[in-house]
């Protein structure tokens, strides 16, 4: 079940973001200011692709190191390692998971080693619910709620990439409450 969860749509930037990054690190740096024009198209593409693959976020993985810092999941998954048994369900309200990572873009022009390219990726998840299981020490999704995903990708304060999803592949929560729309009514016949 945890393989399936994905980011509906993955995070990707193209040669023009790669670019954009280039020109900021240009302005910075005299060497890389030099080799601008080398760094340009085919580059730039090749670049992107290679991004693009260490961008390939693996959402439960995310999302479960977020979870591991509730205290309430840690020593249900502490306890679990310890004891067999029944797994200990736990069930998240509404909540919000943030991870930042440092991709690092490292290119040679001409067989000279340009300054690395240091990104930095911010992901930002809301979830409306999760429930979790806890098992052997690990946790397992049993079900999860609405979720959106937000990244960043910036070179220093420049927003190379901005990318809005929602992750597919998890069972919705069957615990979670129904808010009953404004203008449905619910009829009760009572017979006597």
């Avoid at 390692?81 to 440092?102: E, V």
């Avoid at 390219?117 to 049993?142: P, Y």
């Avoid at 995903?149 to 990318?163: G, I, M, N, S």
């Amino acid at each position: 079940m945890n393989k399936a969860i994905r980011l509906r749509a993955p995070i990707e930037v193209s040669s023009d973001d790669v670019e954009k990054a280039w020109l900021e690190l240009a302005k910075d740096e005299p060497v890389a200011s030099r080799a601008y024009e080398h760094l340009r198209g085919a580059a730039a593409e090749r670049a992107a692709g290679e991004l693009n693959q260490a961008l390939d976020v693996n959402a439960f993985e995310m999302f479960a190191q977020g979870w591991a810092q509730v205290p309430a999941v840690r020593n249900a998954v502490q306890l679990s390692a310890l004891k067999a048994g029944p797994p200990a369900i736990i069930r998240l309200d509404p909540h919000n998971i943030a991870s930042t990572s440092y991709p690092v873009l490292n290119v040679h022009v001409a067989q000279d080693a340009l300054p690395e390219l240091k990104l930095t990726l911010e992901i930002m998840a809301a979830v409306q619910s999760a429930t979790l299981a806890a098992r052997d020490g690990r946790i397992e999704l049993v079900a999860l709620g609405k979720a959106s995903v937000t990244a960043r990708l910036k070179y220093k304060d420049a927003l190379l990439k901005e990318h809005v999803t929602s992750v597919d592949g998890a069972l919705r929560d069957p615990f979670r409450r129904r808010d009953v729309e404004a203008d449905q009514r619910a009829g009760v016949d009572l017979y006597i």
